[in-house]
């Protein structure tokens, strides 16, 4: 969506020649305005094998996953994604908890990467499955999407 608005995509898919944009788009042009930062905050991404799950992973995007505590709930696993606070994007951690169902998750999340055809060839090695080799998506770049090794659907997003 490079150079352009919500407000603008809203006006161009919704607006009808009779009504003013103006009016329509401003409840959108405030929102903008609270809406300074990206909206996703934090991922989790549920395992059933923590350790099956980090080497994925770790091979698959060439990361080191580091142990994040949780200090009200020592059942719970986690392990989290390298993580710049200062820079664009959001992260995460693969977690084990009991009573969350693992493999069947209805959001997908997108690895940024430079290159997603270097990840995709690494990820049945890494024990996964590629689901949708690498494909343009016009201007806004590339994707693949695969399964890891619990199940779970997941996609990686480059400009090249």
């Not at 930062?37 to 923590?50: C, G, M, Q, R, S």
């Not at 142990?67 to 994007?89: C, H, R, T, W």
Request: charged share 25%; glycine share 10%; proline share 4%.
């Amino acid at each position: 969506m490079k150079g352009r608005s919500l407000s603008g995509l809203f006006c161009v898919h919704f607006c009808r020649k009779t009504e003013k944009p103006s009016r329509i788009n401003e409840p959108l042009k405030q929102l903008g305005r609270i809406m300074k930062k990206n909206p996703v905050a934090w991922f989790e991404i549920y395992v059933d094998d923590l350790s099956r799950a980090k080497a994925f992973y770790e091979s698959v995007l060439n990361v080191e996953l580091e142990v994040l505590g949780d200090p009200n709930n020592q059942n719970i696993k986690m392990l989290a994604f390298p993580s710049n606070m200062e820079g664009y994007g959001a992260t995460g951690a693969l977690v084990k908890m009991d009573g969350a169902p693992v493999g069947q998750n209805s959001t997908l999340i997108y690895f940024a990467c430079e290159d997603c055809s270097i990840e995709e060839a690494r990820v049945e090695g890494a024990g996964g499955k590629v689901n949708q080799t690498k494909m343009s998506i016009d201007e806004y770049g590339f994707i693949s999407m695969a399964f890891d090794t619990e199940g779970n659907r997941f996609g990686l997003h480059s400009s090249k």
